[in-house]
């Protein structure tokens, strides 16, 4: 059973209460700056912090009059501070800026919850690139037997493409950690510039250099983007699984309890259900990174298209990409390593991927030119995959000796800068 406690936090995160309460969280941190500027009277300010509430379902029934959810918001607090305090509550603010500064709040909180989620899987991953380092197995280029690496090898890319995603989540991460409380056109007509300073270090953001009634949403696009990268990233190492998988393959597996079932017909079958989840869902995340581009794309100063869209794809995407993260650490914990099967696919055909080695050794130490010695190779390997037997039709040319065919197909020259590679990741 997958421990769903991140993932419920990251719901809870999302869900109207919290959302209210980030939004009175950004109200109170402003009252607070009118305080410290001396425009809210201290006794009135400890009021307000101390009697401030909202009901979400008296905002649901305001809304219902009024259509616009922060007027509702607004007036359910208002009734709960008294009329007297009220007056001091969104002095010279838009929506927007309470909207847009707790919306960073909210991403932030999830983002701290993906973080920790990366960082072990990122671990996992490491931990198994150093273990199966030496672990011979075949690289493949266009689905086809290339030539022999080894497993190792293979998780240390992925590892390194985690690395890589991490860096780009903190970098857009940080251009949304922003606030901004700039007033209806964000000329802060109606509010000093120090209530935003203020305010947003309160909170933990930093102020927008500039924003119009909203934050530019070509930073939430390139976290998006971000998203994308990781669940790409997951994509592409669960279909790795999956082909490694396959009956004629059988290199890895995913790991299969005792009473688990991979079908309802056949007993025989162990599926990579996980994996296949996984690519599924890094399209959904994907879509969601489209509706995110075209939010940049706003009237003037600023329209509300953007806010239906984002009210979906936000707390999907943060959600799914911490099941993801979560679902992919599993699936490596528990991935079950063929080491047998690997070797004997580098030795398919009689070792007809070792072709390289031949070639070179024909040219290098047998004096043949490159064209001459590749006709000979690759007629004998043409030979092999039809049926026949590689390392045997190269002993019937009798141009190798008996040791210096056996050099030819030693994996250990193939390996010979893995550990220069590794050392580049301790």
């Known amino acids: 059973m997958i421990d769903r406690y991140s993932r419920e936090e990251i719901k809870k995160i999302w869900d109207l209460e919290t959302k209210f309460n980030y939004y009175l969280k950004v109200e109170l941190a402003v009252c607070e700056a009118y305080a410290k500027l001396g425009v809210i009277p201290q006794e009135s300010l ?27 918001f607004l007036t359910s607090v208002n009734e709960s501070v008294g009329k007297e305090n009220a007056k001091y509550i969104h002095m010279g603010l838009t929506s927007s800026d309470v909207i847009d500064t707790a919306f960073a709040l909210q991403i932030v909180d999830s983002s701290k919850i993906i973080m920790k989620e990366l960082d072990s899987l990122i671990q996992v991953v490491k931990e198994k ?56 056109v964000g000329t802060y ?17 930093k102020p927008a250099k500039i924003s119009t009634q909203i934050i530019s949403r070509d930073r939430h696009a390139k976290f998006m983007s971000s998203l994308a990268i990781i669940a790409a990233l997951i994509e592409q190492f669960a279909t790795e699984i999956r082909h490694l998988q396959k009956t004629e393959v059988r290199e890895v597996e995913e ?45 003037h100063e600023r329209d509300i298209s953007h806010s239906s869209a984002e009210r979906i794809i936000f707390p999907d995407s943060l959600t799914l ?80 000796t008996d040791k210096e065919l056996e050099e030819c197909f030693d994996t250990k020259d193939y390996l010979k800068n893995i550990d220069e590679v590794f050392a580049r990741f301790l």
Request: glycine content about 8%; proline content about 2%.
């Open 46 to 72: 400890n009021q307000i912090k101390e009697k401030a509430s909202f009901s979400v379902e008296r905002i649901d029934e305001i809304e219902r009059e009024v259509k616009h959810d922060v007027i509702a």
């Open 129 to 184: 690139a150093f273990k199966y380092k030496n672990t011979v197995c075949i690289g493949r280029s266009h689905g086809v037997h290339a030539e022999v690496m080894t497993f190792g090898f293979k998780l240390l890319n992925w590892f390194d493409g985690l690395e890589r995603a991490k860096e780009s989540f903190k970098s857009a991460l940080d251009e949304i950690f922003v606030g901004q409380i700039s007033g209806p």
């Open 189 to 205: 007509s109606n509010v000093p510039t120090e209530i935003e300073k203020i305010t947003c270090e309160e909170l933990g953001l």
């Open 255 to 299: 790991g299969f309890g005792a009473n688990q079932k991979g079908s309802s017909a056949m007993p025989h079958k162990k599926n990579p259900v996980l994996c296949e989840n996984l690519c599924g869902l890094a399209r959904v995340v994907r879509s969601n990174m489209l509706a995110a581009f075209e939010n940049i794309n706003l009237w």
């Open 321 to 400: 990409i911490d099941f993801m993260l979560h679902r992919f650490k599993e699936v490596m914990e528990n991935l079950v390593i063929h080491e047998e099967n690997m070797l004997k696919n580098t030795k398919l055909y009689g070792g007809v991927v070792f072709s390289q080695k031949v070639l070179l050794k024909l040219v290098e130490e047998k004096g043949y030119s490159r064209e001459e010695a590749y006709r000979i190779v690759q007629k004998h390997a043409l030979e092999a995959l039809n049926g026949g037997n590689f390392r045997k039709g190269l002993k019937s040319e009798n141009i190798f």
